[in-house]
């Protein structure tokens, strides 16, 4: 059954700890996202990788970090340096860039106390 | 910057009205244009993408939109509201370009249905 899936649904950490969170899709696509939403904000580009080895910076980068050693795994760690971390992330993946519809994942929200 | 405008953060009708979504977007040239559709606490799910081959695009569950390149807008309809439509939707663009990677998301309308 192909899909994606985001690890685990809620999480929870201290402010100052970094923290990660888990993208993996057997799709096969070739392109991974990250989105961060917030109430009434719509969705907001974090990173997006085209293929492995490569990604780039979205509208909101400042405070995250990624990798893409593998096509199908595509993590985000939050960093401490994120001012306001508390959201929902939302991962998602498309056969290749351009017009490919993306898919998305179930999302994690994360909180920080 | 271009940009893309959900009129109305909620929407309320009556089960079996007709729902209007409102949507626009800032170009002269027909960007890719795409509806979403997330329930509470999930993810997206795509009902419809504009491709440029018909204007009037149809969708799952019974939604459709009509691509209007004089108005600049890309607004999605049902007939007829069902109780299960009630979610918050997602107007997408993605501009030509620079950047053509990149979706941007409206902020989102929360459609809840009356019974």
């Known amino acids: 059954d192909g899909g994606i899936t985001q690890s685990p649904k809620y999480l929870f950490r201290k402010e100052g700890q970094n923290v990660t969170l888990s993208c993996e899709q057997n799709?096969?696509?070739?392109?991974m996202y990250w989105y961060r939403q917030d109430p009434g904000q719509g969705l907001r580009l974090i990173y997006y990788?085209?293929?492995?080895?490569?990604?780039q910076k979205g509208d909101i980068a400042e405070g995250y970090s990624v990798s893409r050693e593998k096509k199908e795994s595509f993590p985000l760690t939050v960093t401490s340096a994120q001012k306001n971390p508390t959201a929902f992330y939302l991962c998602a993946s498309s056969l290749k860039g351009g017009v490919d519809t993306q898919y998305f994942g179930p999302g994690t929200r994360l909180t920080v106390l | 910057a271009q940009s893309v405008t959900q009129l109305g953060s909620h929407v309320s009708v009556s089960e079996g009205a007709l729902v209007l979504l409102r949507c626009n977007y800032s170009s002269s040239v027909p960007p890719y244009l795409s509806w979403y559709v997330q329930y509470p606490n999930q993810g997206l799910q795509l009902l419809l993408k504009y491709t440029s081959a018909a204007t009037l695009v149809k969708g799952i569950n019974g939604f459709e939109a009509e691509f209007k390149k004089s108005e600049t807008s890309f607004h999605l309809t049902k007939p007829s509201a069902h109780m299960s439509d009630a979610a918050e939707y997602f107007c997408a663009v993605r501009y030509s370009g620079a950047g053509s990677y990149q979706l941007t998301f409206g902020k989102g309308t929360k459609l809840s249905v009356i019974p």
């Open positions: 990788s085209q293929i492995v080895n490569d990604f």
């Open positions: 799709l096969n696509h070739d392109a």
